[in-house]
């Protein structure tokens, strides 16, 4: 057999190449471009290889990545509007006691941590937004933490912040990022809104996509996140009035398993002790118990040995 030429081997790759390229040219093609296939090609510019240079899909595209008319334009390059927002109304979260306060800001910095800890300020600062909009709102709890950690008693990991739920929360936080976190939970607590997301309840990453949010209307992608609000009356402005309690009762995750209090009988506390009228063997009786008119106080009694008692004092 005569040995196949140059140029024949390389109209036969070239043949090979583009049998391998071409299935994935056709699926990455977009659904207009398929749709309008009958239109000629010589009228997409983006078509014309005379006209095509390196980066010229950027200018062909210009117009395509324009805000949505009557969406607040926001410049960054990690928010993308995808509706028109109202701002939350703003309120300053301070607690009705210094420890109220503490437990608030700490909840807080606890949500922007574990839900966005890696994300930019803008991210950080939506999911503090979102959590405060709860608080405002009739359909959550009056309290920061009641609202972090709403369902976190749950074994399904059906909790409102899946952190407080899935064990998240055993890991050690960087103090470089929880210093971060707790900066914007202060500026939030303080009055500060993040106007972008509006008045956003829900969001969840991109990566996944939950049964609730079809019933949603989306508001904004910012960093991972995309962010929705309540359609209807629940998601206006005169939805989000109720006033912040102020008293946080809880400062943490709900416990699961709550161990058992032995149940002492009330004679029991009361009543002195009585000896046996026949001690065993080797039976030593207890020293009686005071009466209660002569306890000062409830404290277990020690149970040092006495030539040990006196041990750890220093000698004089």
């Known amino acids: 057999m005569q040995a196949m030429g140059w ?3 390389s109209a036969i790759g070239a043949l090979a190449l583009f049998a391998l390229v071409a299935p994935r040219l056709i699926t990455a093609a977009p659904l207009d471009m398929l749709d309008g296939m009958d239109s000629p090609a010589q009228d997409d510019p983006a078509e014309d290889a005379a006209a095509n240079f390196p980066g010229s899909a950027f200018f062909y595209a210009q117009g395509a990545f324009d805000p949505v008319p009557g969406v607040e334009t926001v410049r960054s390059q990690h928010v993308l509007g995808l509706d028109a927002v109202k701002a939350a109304p703003a309120a300053i979260f301070r607690g009705l006691t210094s420890l109220d306060s503490y437990r608030a800001l700490n909840c807080l910095t606890s949500a922007v941590y574990y839900e966005a800890g890696n994300e930019p300020d803008e991210g950080q600062r939506a999911v503090a937004q ?19 950690y709403e369902g976190s008693e ?15 929360m055993a890991r050690m936080p ?5 210093a971060r976190a707790r900066r914007v939970a202060q500026d939030a607590l303080a009055g500060q809104v993040y106007a972008p997301v509006g ?12 049964v609730w949010s079809s019933s949603l209307s989306p508001v904004a992608v910012i960093g991972a996140h995309i962010f929705y609000r309540n359609p209807g009356f629940n998601g206006t402005p005169a939805a989000f009035r ?28 009361a009543a002195p002790y009585t000896v046996p009228a026949t001690p065993a063997i080797g039976w030593t009786p207890p020293a009686p118990r005071r009466a209660a008119s002569d306890r000062d106080d409830d404290l277990p009694q020690s149970t040092i040995r006495p030539e040990y008692r006196n041990s750890g004092r220093p000698l004089i």
């Open 7 to 9: 140029k024949g081997r």
């Open 130 to 148: 979102v959590v405060l909009n709860r608080v405002r709102s009739q359909l959550w709890p009056d309290t920061v933490c009641g609202v972090v």
């Open 154 to 168: 749950r074994t399904d990991y059906k909790c409102q912040f899946t952190f407080s739920c899935d064990g998240a």
């Open 174 to 178: 960087a103090p470089a990022l929880w």
């Open 199 to 210: 008045l956003a309840t829900h969001y969840h990453t991109l990566a996944v996509r939950p």
């Open 242 to 269: 109720a006033a912040y309690l102020g008293h946080e009762m809880i400062s943490g995750p709900a416990r699961r398993v709550w161990p058992a209090r032995p149940v002492v009988p009330v004679d029991a506390i």
